[in-house]
């Protein structure tokens, strides 16, 4: 299976000449600025899609998200957003937090 070397994307269906096609979704960028105030870039389709993946990659180590902590993220468009032109200057803040959801499994033990 082949993975976008830009937006890093799996690719399951991609067929050119079947018209099916991949395109990146939007560019946006990304920070943390409590803890961090680098920008970092981050393909999706939307804003709150952004920052619920910057969430899930900033909190992959520790998992405090998952323990009930927040962080707060703010999001703006990549210059190279087609939303850039509409929205430079809009940065847009969101609580992100997490959860852990449990699933239970059920197997049948056969008597002899």
């Known amino acids: 299976m082949k993975q976008c070397e830009k937006c890093k994307e799996w690719l399951f269906n991609c067929d050119a000449k079947a018209g099916r096609v991949h395109r990146c979704p939007p560019l946006w960028l990304v920070t943390c600025p409590e803890y961090d105030d680098e920008w970092q870039e981050i ?9 619920e993946k ?11 998200m998952m323990d009930g902590n927040t962080i707060v993220v703010s999001v703006k468009p990549h210059e190279d957003n087609k ?23 059920a197997s049948e033990i056969k008597r002899d």
Not at 43 to 51: G, R, V
Not at 54 to 64: G, I, K, P, Q, R
Not at 92 to 101: A, L, M, R
């Open 83 to 105: 939303h850039y032109n509409l929205c430079a200057d809009n940065i847009k803040t969101f609580v992100c937090s997490g959860k852990v959801i449990p699933t239970y499994y």
């Open 54 to 64: 910057f969430a899930e990659e900033y909190d992959a180590d520790s998992h405090d």
């Open 43 to 51: 393909y999706e389709s939307e804003e709150s899609s952004a920052a």
